[in-house]
C-alpha cells in the first residue's frame, strides 16, 4: 500500500511538474484560464492516482500532499534563483 502511494505521488509530482511547463507557456493569460487549467491538471492528477491507489479517500490525501510538496519546492527554488 506505500509502495502504491509513492508510485502515485512521484507521478503526480510529474504531472505537477507539466503544469508548471503549461502555465509558464501561457503567460499573459489572465486568471480565469490559469483557475481552469489548475483544475483540469488536479483531476488529471486525482485520476491518475485513483487509478493506482483505489481508494477515494487516500486518493485525495496523496494528491493534496503531492500538490503541497511541489507548491514548496518553487517557493523554495524561486527564492533560490532569485
Do not use: E
Not at 491518475?48 to 510538496?69: D, H, P, Q
Amino acid at each position: 500500500m506505500l509502495l502504491k502511494n509513492y508510485v502515485a505521488a512521484l507521478i503526480q509530482i510529474m504531472i505537477w511538474g507539466g503544469f508548471h511547463l503549461a502555465q509558464w507557456l501561457s503567460g499573459k493569460d489572465r486568471f480565469l484560464p490559469k483557475v481552469l487549467l489548475f483544475l483540469v491538471f488536479f483531476y488529471l492528477a486525482y485520476l491518475v492516482a485513483k487509478k493506482i491507489i483505489g481508494s477515494n479517500r487516500v486518493t485525495l490525501l496523496t494528491t493534496l500532499m503531492s500538490l503541497c510538496t511541489y507548491a514548496s519546492l518553487q517557493w523554495m527554488l524561486h527564492l533560490l534563483f532569485r
